[in-house]
C-alpha cells in the first residue's frame, strides 16, 4: 500500500517545503510531480472556509485557492479529482465547480464527454457512439439544460418498428393525446401492425410484477437472478408478444436479449421508459452530436468556475493516507494529482481495467466485484447516401434481422443542423449485442446494413453509399445481466473519501440511462459536499410520483408481503 505524498496534516495545504518533500518522494517512486497540480499556501485556513466555499473563484485567482472575504489572505480549497467526463463525471464537477470546489476532471480519451460526446473523422465527418434520445421523464437534464440557456433538441418526434417483414409498431406523442391511466394509454395509444390482440392481452398479468418491484433492495435482490425471459414466461406472456413486443425493448433498452437480462432490471427500465406514465416514451434528439450540442458549452460554462478538464488522463492507482485510510493523490502512470476526495465516473470496463493496474483497489472486495460484471460490444455505422430516401420516421427500433443483437436507425438528414442542406440522406445505424459484427471488415458492414434497411424500406435499395463511417466499440455500455445486482457499487465506498457515480451505480432515484448517469453525478457531488461540510447539496428532481392506482396497489402489496412474512415456514422457499 503507498504511503501517501503528503502528511495528513497538510493534505490541500501546501507549503514550499513540503512540496520539496513530496517531489523527492515521487521521483523515488519513479513518478512525475507537477506543481500545477498542487496549491501553494502562504497564510493558514481561518474558520470562515465553508461559507466561502460556495463563492466563485474570481478570474484573478489561481486554481486551488480562493479570497476568503474579510482581507486575511488566501484560502485553500478542497481538491476534487472526478475521473470520467461522461454525464456523471460532468455532473459531478459541475455542481462542485458551483460551490467553489477546486475540480479537475480526467478523461482517458481525447476530449471530454466519454462515449456520449462524438467527434471528427479524418475527413470532417461527425461521429457518435450510437444516437442518444431525451425522453420526457429526463427531468434534471432538461432542468440542467434551462440552467445552460441552450437549446440543443429537435420537437418531440414520432417513431417506428421493423423487423423483417416490415413495419410493425407505429407510436404516437402520447402527451398530445388525452391521458389514461397508466399502463392503457401505452396499451391502446400504440399502433401495432402486426402483433394480435389476443397475444397482447396475455401480458396483462405481468403488472402484478410491476407493482411489485418497487426499486427497494428488496425488490432488486427478488428479481434480479431470474432472466426477463423467465419473468414473461412465469406471468403467462405468449411466445409471439415476447419475440414481437417485449424482447425488441430490452434489445434497444439494456443491449441484451431478455434470456440475458436481469428481470429487476428489465422490470426497471420498462417502468421507467413506458409504464409509469403515458408520455413517458416520448422522446427528443439532440440536433447533432452531444458533444457539439451540449457538452462543449457545457464545459465551458465549467470553466469558467475554474474547472480543469485534462484528456488522455488514464489513472493507474492512487495514494493513500496510512492514518486515515482516505486518498491524498491520484496516479495517472506517471503523473501525481493531489486530492481531498474523488468521484469515480467510469463504466464497468474501464473501472476493471483500473482494478487490475491498482494494487490499492485490489485490497477491497468491493472493486474485485466489480471484475463479475460485463459490459456489451457497440457498433455504430453512419452512411452517406448519393439520393433521398423517404424515411417516415426519423428514429426507427429493429428486430429479428438477428437473433441476439438489437439495433435502431435514424434519419440524420431530419435530425442534425448540418445535414439539413444535404443532397442524399445520411442514416446512421447503431448495433447492440454486436460480438459477432465487430470481426467484419467495414465494406461489409456496410453491405449488411444497406440490405437491412433495404429490408425495412425499400427505397434504399435504389441509393449508393457514397461515403461511410464505422466505429466499433467493444464493450463498452453496462450489462444488467441476471445475478449482476449483487456485484455493483453504490455511491459510498469503504475509502471514506471516494465515491462512485455512474449508469451502473446503484441509486433509489428510479431514473435509466444518461438520466441516471447524470443524476448519480450529482449525487456523488453531495456525498463530497457532506464529506466535507461545505457548499450547498444539488437540488435532484424526483422522478414523477406513481399513478394514485399503483400507490394504492403497491401499498396493498407491501401489507400482504408483511402478512405473508409471519407465516410459519415462508422463508423455507424461494
Known sequence: MLAPLFPAPYQGIVSMSTVSHAKQRCNSRGFKFHMSNCSIIHSSINDNSRKNMAKPRCQAESPGESSDGNGNGKVALKKVVVVGAGWAGLGAAHHLSKQGFDVTLLEAGRQPGGLVAGWK???????????????????????????????????WTRSAQYSPNGLEVESPIFQDLPRLPSPLGTFIYTQF???????????????????????????????????AR???????????????????????????????????????????????????????????????????PWIEFMKTRGCQFLANKRVTDFLLDENTGAISAVACGDEIFTADAVIFAV?????????????????????????????????????????????????????????????????LTALHDEYKDEPGTVVEADFYHANQFLPLKDDQIVEKVKAYLTTCIEEFGKANVVDQAVVRFPKSVTHFSPGSYRYMMRGNTSIPNLFMAG???????????????????????????????????????????????VQELRRLNRVFNEI???????????
Open 121 to 155: 473523422s479524418a475527413s470532417g465527418r461527425s461521429v457518435e457512439v450510437g444516437i442518444h434520445g431525451f425522453w420526457y421523464p429526463y427531468r434534471n437534464i432538461f432542468a440542467l439544460i434551462d440552467e445552460l440557456g441552450i437549446q440543443p433538441f429537435t420537437n
Open 193 to 227: 401492425q402486426r402483433l394480435p390482440l389476443a397475444d397482447r392481452l396475455t401480458s396483462l398479468p405481468l403488472m402484478y410484477a410491476v407493482i411489485d418491484f418497487d426499486n427497494t433492495d428488496n425488490a432488486w435482490k427478488k428479481y434480479d437472478k431470474l432472466t
Open 230 to 296: 423467465e419473468l414473461f414466461r412465469q406471468f403467462g406472456c405468449s411466445e409471439r408478444v415476447y419475440q414481437d413486443a417485449f424482447n425488441p425493448m430490452l434489445l434497444v433498452g439494456l443491449f441484451a436479449p431478455g434470456e440475458q437480462c436481469s428481470a429487476a432490471a428489465s422490470l426497471g427500465m420498462l417502468y421507467y421508459f413506458i409504464l409509469g406514465h403515458q408520455q413517458d416514451f416520448d422522446v427528443v434528439w439532440c440536433r447533432g452530436t452531444v458533444g457539439e450540442k451540449i457538452f462543449k
Open 347 to 411: 463504466g464497468i470496463t474501464a473501472l476493471q481495467r483500473i482494478v487490475y493496474n491498482s494494487p490499492v483497489l485490489q485490497q477491497r472486495e468491493e472493486f474485485l466485484n466489480v471484475l463479475n460484471l460485463g459490459a456489451i460490444d457497440v457498433l455504430a455505422v453512419r452512411i452517406w447516401l448519393d439520393r433521398k430516401v423517404d424515411i417516415p420516421k426519423p428514429s426507427n427500433a429493429c428486430f429479428g434481422f438477428d437473433d441476439s443483437t438489437g439495433w435502431t436507425f435514424f434519419d
Open 503 to 549: 449508469d451502473w451505480v446503484i441509486t433509489r432515484h428510479g431514473s435509466w440511462s444518461q438520466e441516471k448517469a447524470y443524476v448519480t453525478g450529482l449525487e456523488a457531488a453531495n456525498r463530497v459536499v457532506d464529506y466535507f461540510g461545505e457548499g450547498q447539496f444539488a437540488k435532484i428532481v424526483p422522478v414523477e410520483d406513481d399513478e394514485p392506482h
Open 564 to 574: 405473508r412474512t409471519q407465516l410459519p415456514l415462508s422463508d423455507n422457499f424461494l
